[in-house]
């Protein structure tokens, strides 16, 4: 038998030539330092690439089943998620899968950013990267609408709405987006086609050719704080460096197989126990209640539109995205010799912790959107009954105003309500009544945050309300006053 | 398996006829890759020519003066395999008789102008509310506060035989409104 396969074996080797090409390719050497505990830092590319896997597997099983089609896709996810032999799990691991393809993309780029491995001659390795890293991204986005539920109609007509900023083409490039006049089934198969056919074609084309890279340029060795990088001699230095190398086939590979089995289990864990994501209703857009929220890998972005001036908001839509690409893209072209060692780098080291903190706090944001009114905070949320078990009847009457008002919708008492505008428990020593009747007349200055309710309630309710908001104050404290400095007492 | 590489013949001029013909193969070239790609890039990006579709809302006398209701109805713009997607709700205020005793009526799309959420409409303070980002309109659309550029889109409409009709409405943007005047 084993004479018989080892026949075989030749017999197709004489004619695709495996051993002079494929078995070189892996095992190619790799710098001895890489094999040793620095090995770990290598661990995060390979594992992407084991999610890529999963995600395949995963998408052509639900490919099987999910109906790309506006007026059933719903149904058949609901059918996945309850009655298809393991659907649930299939739908929770390609989500979970993918969350961990990008997770690990990330820790590879800033791996490969800290260890400065992007320096000649891997500049063109990187710059790949980074169009991998859109393809993934590409990937999200695309997968999050074939989830055909409120949040993909209405992260549909978000997108469309942003489309629409752009200068003269605006209209042109929402219905090249949405393929139709409304959001529907052309938009659905459109985002169908990216997400199956035209993004996976670009990421596996672009896949080949940075592994190709990574084999042709050869594994970066750990950095040395004593050994910058000249293009000039850096050749030379690295093929003497492999002169001591190890197969990358074999104990090398160790590592990386290790950790993305140990990935993968966990993701599998994670998708075990928390299941599949959505669909959360059906796409019914005369449903209302809807609130859209990005995936988390736009949370961040979703945020910084949310939390930036009106004036700026088109320029961080349509800009400032390919602004960052244009940044992460040209990283090489900054700087491709020197140092590598982050010691020997503290900007990078710096810009590493800056950007994550930035991205982290925002995603914060993302996830809490503090921005957002509570659409039913004005009968769901009571006010607080110790805010009102010593009120006058006026000042009861004014509570009735503020809540009927839906003032609540954007303003919490003790916590409890939106949180658009300001918490309102102690305002009474903030504002004195006369600022609180301009205030909830003219509201914001300009047409800011706060709607002007001059015309939305009778003189009678805008009083009771004025009462109502000039005792809500911390018992004991007197009410706000204002310093008036009248120029005439001046000397 | 040792392949020796071919090197090109030496300079030498080329005879007239080669040249013709690599001009030729260039042109059909082109000529082959516009007429498959001038088709496909219509395919995907020209837009179908649609006609109006008027829907009927109900009849004038069903909506109070003065009140802000909402209407559901099925988008004609819809293809047959849009399921629930192509349900489509506005806003109908009737405001009283205008010009010749013919009833006046402002009907909004729900999509706030700032991006495109659903606004909800709160009789109790005469005000339309996004969840999104907290955009604010008044009973009349006007922009009353938060992020949005400016207020609700408004529909084209019409009364037929005492029906209040209105122009299907498209996904509206800020440069793809729904109306010629705002």
Same mark, same amino acid.
């Given at each position: 038998?084993?004479?018989?396969?080892?026949?075989?074996?030749?017999?197709?080797?004489?004619?695709?030539?495996?051993?002079?090409?494929?078995?070189?390719?892996?095992?190619?050497?790799?710098?001895?330092?890489?094999?040793?505990?620095?090995?770990?830092?290598?661990?995060?590319?390979?594992?992407?690439?084991?999610?890529?896997?999963?995600?395949?597997?995963?998408?052509?099983?639900?490919?099987?089943?999910?109906?790309?089609?506006?007026?059933?896709?719903?149904?058949?996810?609901?059918?996945?998620?309850?009655?298809?032999?393991?659907?649930?799990?299939?739908?929770?691991?390609?989500?979970?899968?993918?969350?961990?393809?990008?997770?690990?993309?990330?820790?590879?780029?800033?791996?490969?950013?800290?260890?400065?491995?992007?320096?000649?001659?891997?500049?063109?390795?990187?710059?790949?990267?980074?169009?991998?890293?859109?393809?993934?991204?590409?990937?999200?986005?695309?997968?999050?609408?074939?989830?055909?539920?409120?949040?993909?109609?209405?992260?549909?007509?978000?997108?469309?709405?942003?489309?629409?900023?752009?200068?003269?083409?605006?209209?042109?490039?929402?219905?090249?987006?949405?393929?139709?006049?409304?959001?529907?089934?052309?938009?659905?198969?459109?985002?169908?086609?990216?997400?199956?056919?035209?993004?996976?074609?670009?990421?596996?084309?672009?896949?080949?050719?940075?592994?190709?890279?990574?084999?042709?340029?050869?594994?970066?060795?750990?950095?040395?704080?004593?050994?910058?990088?000249?293009?000039?001699?850096?050749?030379?230095?690295?093929?003497?460096?492999?002169?001591?190398?190890?197969?990358?086939?074999?104990?090398?590979?160790?590592?990386?197989?290790?950790?993305?089995?140990?990935?993968?289990?966990?993701?599998?864990?994670?998708? #075990?126990?928390? %299941?599949?994501? +959505?669909?959360? /209703? $059906?796409?019914?857009? &005369?449903? *209302?209640?809807?609130?859209? !929220?990005?995936?988390?890998?736009?949370?961040?972005?979703?945020?910084?539109?949310?939390?930036?001036?009106?004036?700026?908001?088109?320029?961080?839509?349509?800009?400032?995205?390919?602004?960052?690409?244009?940044?992460?893209?040209?990283?090489?072209?900054?700087?491709?010799?020197?140092?590598?060692?982050?010691?020997?780098?503290?900007?990078?080291?710096?810009?590493?912790?800056?950007?994550?903190?930035?991205?982290?706090?925002?995603?914060?944001?993302?996830?809490?959107?503090?921005?957002?009114?509570?659409?039913?905070?004005?009968?769901?949320?009571?006010?607080?009954?110790?805010?009102?078990?010593?009120?006058?009847?006026?000042?009861?009457?004014?509570?009735?105003?503020?809540?009927?008002?839906?003032?609540?919708?954007?303003? #919490?008492?003790? %916590?409890?309500? +939106?949180?658009? /505008? $300001?918490?309102?428990? &102690?305002? *009474?020593?903030?504002?004195? !009544?006369?600022?609180?009747?301009?205030?909830?007349?003219?509201?914001?200055?300009?047409?800011?945050?706060?709607?002007?309710?001059?015309?939305?309630?009778?003189?009678?309710?805008?009083?009771?309300?004025?009462?109502?908001?000039?005792?809500?104050?911390?018992?004991?404290?007197?009410?706000?006053?204002?310093?008036?400095?009248?120029?005439?007492?001046?000397? | 398996?040792?392949?020796?590489?071919?090197?090109?013949?030496?300079?030498?001029?080329?005879?007239?006829?080669?040249?013709?013909?690599?001009?030729?193969?260039?042109?059909?070239?082109?000529?082959?890759?516009?007429?498959?790609?001038?088709?496909?890039?219509?395919?995907?990006?020209?837009?179908?020519?649609?006609?109006?579709?008027?829907?009927?809302?109900?009849?004038?006398?069903?909506?109070?003066?003065?009140?802000?209701?909402?209407?559901?109805?099925?988008?004609?713009?819809?293809?047959?395999?849009?399921?629930?997607?192509?349900?489509?709700?506005?806003?109908?205020?009737?405001?009283?008789?205008?010009?010749?005793?013919?009833?006046?009526?402002?009907?909004?799309?729900?999509?706030?102008?700032?991006?495109?959420?659903?606004?909800?409409?709160?009789?109790?303070?005469?005000?339309?509310?996004?969840?999104?980002?907290?955009?604010?309109?008044?009973?009349?659309?006007?922009?009353?506060?938060?992020?949005?550029?400016?207020?609700?889109?408004?529909?084209?409409?019409?009364?037929?035989?005492?029906?209040?009709?209105?122009?299907?409405?498209?996904?509206?943007?800020?440069?793809?409104?729904?109306?010629?005047?705002?």
């Amino acid at each position: 038998m084993n004479h018989l396969l080892r026949e075989l074996g030749n017999w197709i080797d004489v004619r695709v030539g495996y051993s002079e090409t494929l078995l070189p390719m892996l095992r190619h050497p790799i710098p001895r330092a890489a094999d040793g505990p620095m090995g770990w830092w290598y661990v995060f590319g390979s594992a992407s690439l084991t999610f890529l896997l999963i995600q395949i597997l995963t998408g052509i099983g639900l490919s099987l089943v999910y109906v790309p089609a506006a007026n059933e896709a719903y149904e058949s996810l609901v059918y996945l998620d309850y009655e298809h032999p393991f659907g649930w799990f299939l739908r929770a691991l390609h989500y979970y899968a993918g969350s961990g393809m990008v997770v690990m993309l990330l820790a590879h780029m800033t791996q490969v950013f800290l260890h400065g491995a992007y320096k000649y001659p891997r500049e063109l390795t990187w710059m790949v990267g980074v169009v991998l890293l859109l393809c993934t991204l590409g990937m999200f986005f695309s997968g999050q609408i074939l989830r055909w539920d409120p949040d993909a109609y209405w992260g549909l007509a978000v997108a469309g709405s942003m489309a629409g900023r752009v200068p003269v083409i605006g209209p042109w490039v929402v219905h090249a987006l949405l393929g139709s006049e409304i959001i529907g089934a052309a938009a659905l198969s459109r985002f169908f086609a990216l997400h199956v056919f035209v993004i996976p074609g670009a990421l596996l084309t672009f896949l080949v050719l940075h592994l190709w890279l990574v084999l042709r340029c050869g594994i970066s060795a750990p950095p040395a704080a004593d050994r910058p990088v000249d293009p000039a001699t850096y050749e030379a230095e690295y093929h003497e460096e492999l002169r001591q190398g190890v197969p990358f086939l074999g104990d090398a590979m160790l590592r990386d197989l290790f950790f993305s089995a140990a990935a993968v289990i966990v993701v599998v864990a994670i998708a #075990a126990v928390v %299941g599949p994501k +959505g669909p959360t /209703g $059906p796409p019914d857009p &005369t449903l *209302g209640g809807a609130n859209p !929220r990005p995936e988390w890998p736009f949370l961040w972005l979703f945020a910084l539109l949310a939390l930036s001036p009106p004036a700026a908001e088109t320029f961080i839509m349509l800009v400032f995205p390919v602004v960052v690409i244009g940044i992460l893209f040209l990283v090489p072209v900054v700087s491709n010799r020197g140092h590598r060692a982050p010691s020997r780098r503290p900007v990078a080291v710096l810009a590493v912790i800056v950007i994550y903190t930035t991205l982290g706090a925002l995603t914060y944001l993302g996830v809490t959107a503090p921005w957002s009114p509570e659409m039913r905070a004005w009968t769901s949320a009571a006010i607080p009954t110790d805010v009102v078990e010593r009120s006058s009847p006026l000042e009861l009457q004014g509570s009735l105003v503020f809540q009927y008002k839906n003032c609540r919708n954007c303003h #919490a008492l003790e %916590g409890v309500g +939106g949180r658009r /505008g $300001p918490d309102l428990t &102690t305002v *009474g020593t903030r504002l004195t !009544r006369d600022q609180l009747i301009d205030q909830v007349s003219n509201g914001t200055p300009g047409g800011g945050n706060m709607p002007a309710y001059g015309k939305q309630m009778s003189p009678a309710e805008m009083t009771v309300l004025a009462d109502f908001l000039v005792s809500l104050r911390p018992s004991g404290q007197p009410p706000a006053k204002v310093w008036s400095s009248s120029p005439t007492t001046r000397p | 398996m040792d392949h020796e590489i071919i090197q090109p013949p030496t300079e030498q001029p080329h005879p007239p006829r080669r040249v013709f013909f690599r001009w030729l193969t260039s042109a059909a070239g082109a000529v082959a890759a516009a007429l498959v790609s001038v088709p496909f890039v219509g395919y995907l990006f020209q837009q179908r020519k649609q006609s109006v579709h008027w829907v009927a809302l109900g009849k004038v006398a069903e909506f109070p003066f003065g009140e802000t209701r909402t209407v559901a109805f099925d988008n004609p713009l819809r293809q047959p395999w849009d399921g629930v997607t192509a349900h489509t709700g506005v806003f109908v205020r009737r405001e009283g008789p205008g010009e010749g005793a013919v009833d006046r009526f402002l009907v909004f799309a729900v999509n706030c102008a700032h991006l495109g959420c659903p606004v909800s409409w709160f009789p109790q303070s005469g005000l339309f509310m996004c969840p999104c980002h907290g955009g604010v309109y008044y009973a009349n659309g006007q922009r009353a506060s938060g992020p949005p550029p400016r207020g609700l889109f408004h529909c084209e409409w019409r009364v037929v035989d005492g029906n209040l009709e209105v122009q299907a409405p498209h996904y509206p943007t800020l440069h793809d409104t729904l109306d010629q005047t705002t």
